[in-house]
């Protein structure tokens, strides 16, 4: 059967790479280019670490085994996926409490979580702050150059038969007489399919919108410091135990809590802050004090190195800050994958593989029921 | 470092932004001149102490080593987020000039190949020549005053394109005689010191292993091919193509954009030199390349327009005819990227080359410059794309079969960080960090 996918971000690459390894016929269309939305507008992380034991770390888990097989699949270094650890660092008593209750919560779900003394830290990062509490390692974290891997795979989805399009945005949906989807209404024209995978990110409720099938999808901004090249000064994804705390909040107004790390081009990226103001794309150097500020405050050294640019994205967001994945039974044919918030670039290898397992008739690895699109309807 | 607003801040002390602020002041403004720079002038003007064209009624008026790496828009007026602290005004009159524009060709990394500009300003500005046998090559009008002012040390001047395309706009050239008697001056100059010039011929090459000892210069057909090479041994090479407009902040303030005649991308101002966003001005080369002189009325325009004065009509006129004659200029000398081989280097800051931002259109799908940025990095250095951006924009464009756009050049232009700033720096004034 025929698969289309709705975007060329990280989560339509992968989908469309899985889709096409299991042998299905995928046409990918974009109305921008390849990996020009939030997947160029994020940083790579993929972690473990940052999740509570529930439906999210078991996709997160999941996905983590899937990127070492792309890793060794597609090669390593195209992708720029390197598996360099996370620690996680408590600057106070109470936080530090927090951070071992949840390592030991994590830990029982399969997660590699080694919690850290103060004196220890040091050797992990030498160039962190001395007034810490505590931490934790968490050798699973890994990360990916997001933009390369949606690309990378997406190459490789080409080399197994797939199409992409982009400059191709999608107005419509093209129904059958029972209801069911049989395609879309593309900019270029009618393209038909036997499943439309939803995976326009932010955008995707709109396009559920299109099929008659409400999402509700929101978009959370974020913004990433970039720093000048240095040399290797950062050895891991560093962040404080409060980040857990931001990632899950349901609160509106402006959460900082940095996650710094290095590249392989030497800049360290200071990411990111979440802030719900719709698609305001204004730079609000409030928001960029604040992160350079919690960045010194975790590696002192970085107050005297200079800022090289800022960008930022629009974070993909759920009320219940869970992806959704899966076939919507209120109109068959249209499958979403889409929702993924600030951990789509982590959780895309798991979603791909998910779905190509569903649309193929095998039984998926993961129970898709958390993440079903109904679960929303009042 | 707050103090009570200016009514105007006008950001670069060039011709364009000097004439702004006497303009303004002139008329009763408040006036505060930020200039990066350690002393003002700006491109043209880059004596050495003791020779200061800066009037003395200005000079309580400039703030030098302010480099703006922020414009904020508020309610009444603006913040200026500076390297030596805030600077408020009603008013701001963007005046950032250009800088030289480079194209890539193999070995141009190379020690002692220099921009047209970067020789002119450790010549002026330091009184060092680049080199004693220097070849100075690329495009345009300015690529003369350089020669000149290096004189003996010339090895050769090669023009890539050909003065003889003035003859295609003799009204424009006729609306300006002063700019033909320059020209002839320089060129008596060259003349004089025995300095070859050639036309429609261009560098297509550095040599060297630590430091360049020679260049492949090469005739150039109607298509701009290369057809018969040569080599010629030098110790410094001089470059320029032309001037990339500095946009940070005319883009920063959501100014609009468009593309000038010589491919550059430029902020659009109305007759009164105001940008598309209220209480922005724009004077100089920030609003299309044209030489000093355009600059200075363009800033006498928009420093009186700011204060609430009407400029004088004759400022319009002569505005008019240097526009046209920049026209004329920018049609005479064509630029593009030329067809650099695959393993040249595109940017020098990531070390991409030709061949990966070929890949990552053809190969990865990329449709955009500002796609290929993400994908091989161009642009992703130090330098920010300041030096390669112009260069990428032609290249990826040429690779997706298409001519180069705004749209393209501006998703390469726009950087939220205008100038370097440290993390310390942006950190001050948060509490409990
Ligand atoms: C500041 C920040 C930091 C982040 N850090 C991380 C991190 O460290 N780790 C992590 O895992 N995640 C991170 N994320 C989140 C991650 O970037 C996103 O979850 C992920 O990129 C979503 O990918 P996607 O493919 O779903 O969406 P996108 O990349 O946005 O792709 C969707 C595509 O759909 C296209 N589209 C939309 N509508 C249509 C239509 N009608 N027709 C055709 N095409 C359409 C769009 O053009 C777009 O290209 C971060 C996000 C931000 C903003
Ligand atoms: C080698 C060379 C030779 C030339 N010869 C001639 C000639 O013979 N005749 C002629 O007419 N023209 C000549 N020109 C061109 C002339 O220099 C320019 O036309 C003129 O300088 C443009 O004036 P401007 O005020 O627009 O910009 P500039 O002179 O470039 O001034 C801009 C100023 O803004 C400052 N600035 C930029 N960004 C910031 C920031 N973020 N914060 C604070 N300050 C900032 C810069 O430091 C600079 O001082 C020559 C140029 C060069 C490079």
């Known amino acids: 059967m025929d698969v289309l996918v709705i975007g060329a971000g990280m989560v339509g690459a992968a989908c469309a790479y899985h889709c096409a390894a299991a042998g299905l016929r995928v046409t990918v269309l974009d109305r921008g280019g390849v990996a020009t939305g939030t997947t160029s507008g994020g940083e790579g992380n993929i972690l473990v670490s940052d999740k509570e034991p529930g439906p999210e770390l078991d996709l997160a888990l999941l996905s983590v085994r899937r990127w070492r097989i792309l890793g060794e699949r597609i090669g390593a270094d195209r992708l720029e996926l390197e598996h360099k650890g996370g620690v996680v660092v408590a600057r106070s008593a109470p936080a530090l409490a927090g951070l071992a209750d949840l390592t030991g919560r994590q830990r029982a779900c399969g997660v590699d979580a080694v919690d850290v003394t103060a004196g220890d830290l040091p050797a992990l990062e030498p160039n962190l702050t001395r007034d810490v509490t505590g931490g934790a390692h968490y050798p699973q974290d890994m990360q990916v150059q997001p933009m390369l891997a949606a690309a990378a795979l997406l190459r490789a989805a080409r080399d197994l038969g797939a199409t992409v399009h982009t400059g191709t945005e999608v107005r419509g949906f093209l129904f059958g007489r029972d209801g069911a989807v049989t395609g879309v209404r593309a900019g270029s024209g009618d393209r038909a399919a036997g499943w439309v995978v939803n995976a326009a990110g932010t955008w995707g409720g709109e396009v559920a919108d299109l099929a008659g099938a409400p999402l509700p999808v929101l978009p959370r901004k974020g913004f990433v410091l970039v720093t000048e090249p240095l040399p290797r000064v950062i050895r891991h994804k560093v962040y404080t135990a409060d980040y857990v705390a931001g990632v899950a909040s349901d609160d509106a107004g402006l959460?900082?809590?940095?996650?710094?790390?290095g590249t392989r081009a030497g800049t360290v990226l200071i990411g990111a802050s979440r802030e719900r103001v719709g698609f305001d794309r204004r730079m609000s150097l409030p928001v960029i004090r604040e992160l350079a500020a919690q960045a010194i405050g975790l590696f002192p050294f970085l107050a005297d190195v200079t800022l090289l640019r800022t960008y930022l994205g629009f974070r993909p967001y759920c009320p219940d800050h869970l992806p959704v994945i899966g076939p919507d039974p209120r109109v068959p044919g249209l499958v979403h994958a889409c929702?993924?918030?600030?951990?789509?670039?982590?959780?895309?290898?798991?979603?791909?593989?998910l779905i190509a397992q569903t649309l193929t008739g095998a039984t998926p690895d993961l129970d898709l029921a958390p993440f079903r699109p109904e679960r929303f309807a009042a | 470092m707050t103090t009570s607003p200016a009514d105007i801040a006008v950001i670069g002390a060039g011709p364009a932004g000097l004439a702004a602020a006497a303009a303004a002041r002139g008329r009763g403004a408040r006036v505060a001149l930020l200039d990066s720079a350690g002393?003002?002038?700006?491109?043209?003007?880059?004596?050495?102490?003791?020779?200061?064209?800066?009037?003395?009624?200005?000079?309580?008026?400039?703030?030098?080593?302010?480099?703006?790496?922020?414009?904020?828009?508020?309610?009444?007026?603006?913040?200026?987020?500076?390297?030596?602290?805030?600077?408020?005004?009603?008013?701001?009159?963007?005046?950032?000039?250009?800088?030289?524009?480079?194209?890539?060709?193999?070995?141009?990394?190379?020690?002692?190949?220099?921009?047209?500009?970067?020789a002119q300003a450790m010549l002026k500005g330091h009184g060092v020549p680049v080199g004693d046998r220097v070849v100075v090559a690329g495009t345009g009008p300015f690529l003369l005053p350089v020669a000149a002012a290096l004189r003996h040390r010339v090895t050769g001047v090669f023009e890539a394109g050909s003065p003889l395309g003035f003859a295609r706009h003799p009204l424009a050239v006729a609306r300006n005689p002063g700019k033909l008697v320059e020209g002839a001056r320089y060129l008596r100059a060259l003349h004089g010191h025995r300095i070859p010039f050639h036309t429609r011929t261009a560098v297509v090459a550095a040599h060297g292993d630590d430091r360049v000892h020679a260049v492949t210069v090469a005739r150039l057909d109607r298509n701009r091919r290369p057809v018969s090479e040569r080599e010629i041994e030098c110790d410094a090479v001089a470059v320029g193509y032309g001037f990339t407009p500095q946009l940070e902040?005319?883009?920063?303030?959501?100014?609009?954009?468009?593309?000038?005649?010589?491919?550059?991308?430029?902020?659009?101002?109305?007759?009164?030199?105001?940008?598309?966003?209220?209480?922005?001005?724009?004077?100089?080369?920030?609003?299309?390349?044209?030489?000093?002189?355009?600059?200075?009325?363009?800033?006498?325009?928009?420093?009186?327009?700011?204060?609430?004065?009407?400029?004088?009509?004759?400022?319009?006129?002569?505005?008019?005819?240097?526009?046209?004659?920049?026209?004329?200029?920018?049609?005479t000398y064509r630029v593009g990227a030329g067809r650099p081989a695959d393993d040249t280097i595109v940017c020098r800051c990531e070390e991409v080359t030709v061949r990966e931002v070929r890949e990552s259109v053809v190969d990865l799908g990329a449709t955009d410059p500002r796609g290929v940025?993400?994908?091989?990095?161009?642009?992703?250095?130090?330098?920010?794309?300041?030096?390669?951006?112009?260069?990428?924009?032609?290249?990826?464009?040429?690779?997706?079969?298409?001519?180069?756009?705004?749209?393209?050049?501006?998703?390469?232009?726009?950087?939220?960080i205008a100038a370097p700033v440290t993390l310390g720096n942006l950190a001050e004034g948060v509490e409990d960090a």
Request: charged residues 20%.
């Open chain 1, 255 to 261: 959460e900082t809590s940095v996650v710094v790390e």
């Open chain 1, 339 to 353: 929702g993924h918030e600030g951990a789509g670039i982590g959780l895309s290898a798991a979603t791909g593989h």
């Open chain 2, 39 to 118: 002393r003002p002038g700006g491109q043209y003007w880059r004596h050495r102490d003791g020779h200061n064209p800066i009037p003395a009624s200005l000079r309580q008026d400039i703030l030098a080593g302010h480099a703006v790496w922020h414009v904020e828009v508020e309610a009444d007026g603006f913040v200026l987020h500076t390297t030596a602290g805030e600077v408020r005004a009603r008013t701001v009159i963007v005046a950032t000039g250009a800088y030289d524009r480079q194209l890539p060709f193999p070995g141009w990394t190379l020690p002692g190949v220099f921009t047209a500009g970067g």
């Open chain 2, 249 to 331: 902040l005319p883009l920063q303030l959501g100014c609009d954009t468009r593309l000038d005649a010589d491919g550059s991308l430029v902020a659009t101002a109305d007759e009164w030199q105001r940008a598309s966003v209220p209480g922005v001005y724009l004077a100089g080369e920030v609003c299309g390349v044209g030489g000093a002189q355009l600059s200075v009325v363009e800033g006498a325009i928009a420093g009186a327009h700011a204060a609430g004065a009407r400029p004088r009509r004759s400022l319009l006129r002569k505005r008019a005819a240097l526009r046209a004659f920049a026209a004329a200029m920018h049609d």
């Open chain 2, 373 to 416: 940025k993400l994908l091989a990095r161009p642009g992703m250095g130090l330098c920010q794309g300041r030096v390669c951006g112009y260069a990428t924009a032609c290249l990826v464009a040429e690779a997706c079969g298409r001519p180069v756009t705004a749209a393209d050049l501006r998703g390469l232009a726009a950087r939220p």
